[in-house]
């Protein structure tokens, strides 16, 4: 007969003893500061999502998660991107992340015990930096969109201004948390419209002013647009604002460097580097900056020094910066960060390495989605809505039909479709945001127009 | 040869060497970019084989909870069942778009919609968001939520209250969302001083944020006043729940008078600290406070789930999508393995080993904070030279050091865990006794020198490290 749970070794004789030693009869009266009216005089009910009750055993559980999982077929192909890119995951990632030394261990707050994640953070800092091309990063933070707010908070205490200019061709939720976050404190934030897929320039030049302390721009943009970013960089350098380069596909990166445009702030989600898209989350925020700007920089950073004997030893860096020593005055509340994420990152960059990365970007995406929407446009009525622009591996084009009468079709054929963009923007009715990785070839993309085509005319339910 | 434990992966760098591979492809390569692409990337390269070497090197310089008792007290670093890992990596939950078609992630819908559930009913709270990513990530929310709750309102309350003992992120997180922080101190025995916070909780004031057992391991008695003050000044009272391993089937934040209140999932729920993340900090509040939740939440209507976008007063989104999805799988995988009886047992279990360790040690001379009340999971002990204790218990005992100089200086705040054997706990209790015997006897210092370290590296030169930071490796020539 067990004594516990699985999880729990204390059995009736340790607690015996325990108790005898602490002086009491029963674990209650260890309770007995709890006032007697407050505390919970009966179980916990926990309704079953089964017919049998809770506690379930490993094999119930196992079956039953495993049956609801399903209900997902993993073996879509997946032409939806919108912030979460499908792309293959190295199976030395996945390995890796599940070694206990790494999935368990806490913060690396004592260095002597922690060099392994330690050394894994400085390398993730260095590999991060020589993408955006500049000279710090930290640890990680939670995701794009919340990275995005840091950074601007960053930005305004660097300027002591409290204006920020975003553009609208920045993902809408993340335009929705940023908007979430500034309503309280003495903000101003200015939203920037859209013209032909892109940043409207003139409108940035006439709402910018000597108070903006940033201007934010997503490149590739939310419709997969790569922006004009030096004029977005030159015209915030002329009111000495700083340009917050806000990067959602980490992997056009490999393509585009943010210092080559004059970028001060590099923040975004790196996903796209060895991180499921696990319906939406745990994902990996992260920010890069010049070294000038680092005492702003929220989060933890590892920084790579000595021991007392002069052996290479890494340890985190700038605690004073941080909420459990500065408390009210830190540069962020950010205490659990998405270390592992990062570790992700890591190998994902090192096992495409210099080259690969390159290939993955150039051939497998972006020429690739270019392959895709000549294809695409081809077909009546899936005419392109923004011609003209440069993008990296998504892009719009109208739809003859509804859009989500559209995908439900496409998912009979086991395909997930693109986003309907009337769903963020009410001005795009019957367009379509498609993406592109390496995981859809010339077959998926070959499948996906014949069905388009022999839809073409039809009325869809 | 280099005075380095694990070679960096970019000095294993070498033209040629690759480890990824892609498939054929017969696409005509165009000119898109121009000269706007981007010269070299300064990626390594390297071969598979080497990753692999890498990362397992890398791995094995750090100390497991695996394998030792990780006492760091209010981080609750209990065992992370492999059973969790496997759950949430089922292929139908990894490989799923957050905006794929509701009739395909029914699965995932489910599992949020009874995690919600449960941790209302852990909680005593009305509805749950699972959006945030972590328990300051919940912090914020709460206090956004109580910010609009006040706007709504017409109340221009602008200053929130915590006391002195509170996590360092209570008070950032508030002057992070532009309200004013003001410290509430303690009383002799650890609790909330009622004179201080009667004269500070003033009608400005949006809220009062409790950690309840506090980080002195002390569940405050007086927490039917203290909500009372609150209350009575048209106040919110908002739950840290950092700490509540302690009281699970025992007490709720809900009934103690609590109108918000965030749970960290990767302490109490059992889902790993990842060297630092993801966790996980979903938020729960009363009835009043429901119609300023994120959206979206998860409703059940008739028999399906769906993704709620109307919530009346919502504050908006925390997060892009709908939080850490993976870690929630964990954590409700982790109620449904446990059930009611079995969390009790878990928060009755805490406490008693966290006594038992609170009056072994006290028996073998050891001081302690508020020795003189039984601990809730965590106790907190003193000494004069807590740094040298951590360290040589690391170094010569193989043991992981407790949370030293918090919630003061000179602290040490052990939280052994309900899953710790007490077979571990008498082990670290032992090692305790030896360290602090050669902190102040030289003979007994110079045996333990003697000793083989456990240590990959010598003391840290923290000194160094902070005064002249290097953040990323150069690139060489």
């Known amino acids: 007969m067990k004594d516990s749970n699985p999880y729990i070794s204390t059995t009736k004789s340790d607690r015996a003893k325990m108790l005898s030693e602490i002086g009491v009869n029963k674990i209650d009266d260890l309770y007995n500061t709890i006032p007697q009216q407050l505390r919970l005089n009966r179980d916990l009910i926990f309704p079953s999502p089964l017919k049998v009750d809770l506690p379930f055993s490993e094999i119930e559980l196992h079956d039953y998660l495993n049956e609801i999982s399903a209900k997902n077929n993993s073996q879509y192909k997946y032409f939806l991107g919108a912030g979460c890119y499908n792309h293959y995951i190295p199976s030395i990632v996945d390995l890796f992340l599940k070694l206990p030394k790494f999935y368990t261990p806490y913060t690396p707050y004592k260095p002597e015990t922690n060099q392994g994640t330690l050394q894994v953070m400085y390398e993730y800092q260095t590999l991060m930096s020589r993408l955006t091309g500049l000279e710090v990063s930290n640890a990680s933070l939670y995701d794009g969109a919340t990275a995005m707010v840091e950074a601007a908070k960053m930005a305004a205490r660097l300027t002591g201004r409290n204006e920020i200019i975003i553009s609208k061709t920045i993902h809408p939720e993340y335009r929705q948390v940023f908007q979430t976050y500034f309503r309280y404190g003495d903000w101003r934030v200015v939203e920037i419209g859209i013209e032909d897929g892109t940043t409207n320039l003139k409108e940035l030049e006439q709402n910018i002013s000597e108070q903006t302390a940033a201007v934010i721009l997503q490149c590739p943009n939310f419709f997969g647009i790569i922006e004009d970013m030096h004029q977005v960089a030159h015209i915030a350098h002329k009111y000495a604002s700083l340009y917050i380069s806000l990067v959602v596909e980490a992997l056009s990166l490999a393509l585009i460097k943010p210092t080559d445009f004059d970028a001060d702030i590099v923040a975004g989600e790196a996903q796209s580097f060895g991180t499921h898209m696990s319906f939406g989350g745990p994902y990996l925020g992260f920010i890069n900056c010049y070294n000038k700007h680092k005492s702003k920089l929220p989060g933890r950073a590892v920084t790579k020094t000595e021991d007392i004997d002069g052996k290479t030893a890494y340890m985190l860096w700038g605690a004073a910066r941080e909420q459990h020593i500065s408390r009210n005055r830190a540069t962020s509340n950010i205490c659990s960060n998405h270390a592992l994420n990062a570790l992700a990152a890591s190998i994902y960059l090192t096992w495409y390495g210099n080259k690969g990365l390159g290939e993955l970007a150039d051939v497998y995406n972006m020429q690739m989605a270019h392959y895709a929407y000549e294809a695409i446009t081809k077909i009546p009525g899936y005419g392109a809505v923004f011609p003209g622009n440069t993008f990296f591996n998504e892009f719009v084009v109208d739809c003859p039909h509804n859009v989500s009468a559209l995908n439900k079709k496409l998912l009979e054929h086991s395909i997930i479709g693109g986003l309907d963009l009337e769903r963020f923007y009410s001005e795009y009715t019957n367009k379509i945001l498609f993406c592109i990785t390496e995981k859809t070839n010339h077959d998926d993309i070959a499948k996906l127009a014949d069905i388009l085509t022999y839809l073409n005319g039809k009325e869809l339910q | ?477």
């Not at chain 2, 072994?360 to 004069?384: I, T």
């Open chain 2, 1 to 477: 040869m280099e005075k380095e434990n694990v070679q960096l992966i970019f000095k294993e760098s070498q033209g040629g060497r690759a480890a990824y591979s892609l498939p054929k492809t017969a696409i005509k390569k165009k000119d898109l970019l121009g000269k706007d692409k981007r010269e070299t990337i300064g990626l390594p390269e390297v071969s598979e084989r080497q990753i692999a070497g890498h990362y397992q090197n890398l791995a094995d310089l750090n100390f497991c909870p695996y394998s030792e008792m990780d006492p760091l007290g209010s981080c609750t670093m209990k065992y992370n069942p492999p059973l969790m890992e496997a759950l949430a990596s089922l292929p139908g939950f990894l490989d799923m778009h957050p905006y794929q078609d509701e009739s395909t992630t029914q699965g995932a819908l489910e599992v949020m919609y009874y995690l919600d559930l449960y941790l209302c009913e852990i909680a005593g709270m009305a509805q749950f968001t699972l959006q945030p990513s972590a328990g300051a990530h919940g912090e914020s929310t709460g206090i956004m939520i109580a910010g609009a709750y006040f706007m709504h309102r017409n109340e221009g309350r602008t200053k929130i209250l915590a006391p002195d003992s509170s996590h360092g992120t209570n008070p950032a997180s508030v002057t992070n969302l532009g309200f004013e922080y003001e410290q509430v101190n303690s009383n002799g025995r650890g609790w909330v001083d009622l004179e201080d916070l009667e004269k500070k909780m003033t009608e400005d004031v949006a809220l009062f944020m409790l950690t309840n057992p506090n980080t002195y391991g002390l569940f405050d008695p007086n927490i039917g006043k203290i909500a009372e003050i609150i209350h009575e000044k048209g106040g919110l009272l908002y739950y840290d729940g950092a700490n509540l391993n302690a009281i699970m089937g025992k007490c709720r934040p809900g009934d103690l008078g609590f109108d918000i209140v965030h749970i960290n999932l990767h302490k109490t729920f059992g889902t790993p600290h990842a060297m630092g993340g993801p966790g996980a900090g979903p938020t729960g509040v009363v009835e009043k406070l429901k119609d300023f939740l994120p959206i979206p939440t998860v409703e059940k209507q008739g028999k399906r789930y769906t993704l709620n976008y109307f919530i009346e007063h919502t504050i908006g989104k925390v997060n892009a999508f709908y939080g850490n999805y993976s870690v929630l799988v964990k954590a409700f995988a982790y109620i449904l393995m446990l059930g009611p009886e079995g969390l009790r047992n878990v928060s009755e279990t805490a406490v008693l080993h966290a006594n038992y360790m609170q009056e072994r040690l006290k028996k073998r001379g050891f001081s302690f904070s508020y020795g003189d009340q039984h601990c809730m999971h965590e106790c907190v002990m003193k000494h004069e030279n807590i740094d040298a204790l951590g360290h040589l218990l690391s170094e010569y005992f193989k043991k992981l050091q407790a949370t030293i100089h918090f919630p003061q200086a000179g602290c040490y705040m052990i939280e052994p865990t309900e899953t710790e054997t007490k077979e571990s706990i008498d082990e670290y209790i032992e090692a305790m006794v030896e360290v602090d015997k050669a902190i102040k006897d030289p003979t007994f210092m110079e045996g333990l020198e003697k000793k083989q370290p456990f240590l990959p590296i010598r003391k840290i030169n923290a000194k160094k490290g902070m005064a002249r930071p290097c953040l990323i490796e150069g690139e060489e020539e």
